[in-house]
C-alpha cells in the first residue's frame, strides 16, 4: 500500500509569517499563474479553504466534491485530500493546529468538533457575506499583528465556526445535550489526542491508557455519540 505523505504546519516551505501555529491568506495569491494542484496527502491541522468564486475538484476521505462559488471545505487533522483549484479563482485558505485553537470553554472546543464533522459547507449568501468579512477582518489583523493580535485571531475564529454552524440545516446543527459531562470530556480527549497522535498511535489501548478508561469504555463512547 502506498504511504499516504503527512504535510505538516510548521514545516510547510512556503507557509509566509506562520504565527502561533496559524495562517490565513487570499487563495489568488497562491496561483502564480497556474492552477494549483496538491496530490494526495494529509495534514497534522486543520485545514479551511473559503472559495468565493472558483472552480475545481476536492477530493476529501476519498469523496469527490466539485469546487463551486460560495463553499467552504473544511478538513480535521488526518483526512486525506487532493486538490484542483482554476486559477482566477478568489477567496481564503486557513492552516490551524488545535493547539492554536486551544480555548478553554467547553462550547469553543464543542463548535470546533461540531464544525469538523462535516467536509463541505454551502452558506446561503448572507451568512457567507458575514464570513467573508470576518476572514478579511482576519487577515488584516494576521498581516499587521498589532498588541493582543493572537488572541483577536482566536475570537474572530470562534466567529466564523459559529457562522458556518449557522449555515446548516437545523437537524444537523445540535450541541451534544444528551452526553453527560463526563461522557463529553472524555470524547472530547479522546479526539484531542487522536488529533496530534495519529501518525504514532494506533491501537484502541493506547489511547484508553492515557485517558484512564478501557478499551471497552472508550468504544462505547466512540460508537454511541460518532
Known sequence: M?????RKLISLPKEPNLIGNFSIRCIAEIFNGLDLVQPLHRHDFYFVLVV????GEHVIDFESYEVGDRSVYLMRPGQ????????????????????FYALKDSTSVQALRQTGKINLYKPHSGVFKKMMAILAAMLQEFETKEVGFLEVLKAQLRIFLTLLLRSLPKKED???????????????????????NYTTQ????????????SAYQLNAITKTYL
Open 2 to 6: 502506498k504511504t499516504i505523505p503527512v
Open 52 to 55: 468565493e468564486t472558483g472552480m
Open 80 to 99: 486525506v485530500h487532493e486538490l484542483t483549484l482554476k486559477e482566477g479563482s478568489s477567496g481564503y485558505l486557513i492552516q490551524f493546529s488545535a493547539n
Open 174 to 196: 445540535k450541541p451534544f445535550t444528551n452526553i453527560t459531562s463526563h461522557k463529553q470530556e472524555r470524547l472530547d480527549a479522546f479526539l484531542a489526542l487522536l488529533e496530534t
Open 202 to 213: 494506533k491501537r484502541v489501548a493506547s489511547y484508553s491508557r492515557m485517558l484512564n478508561l
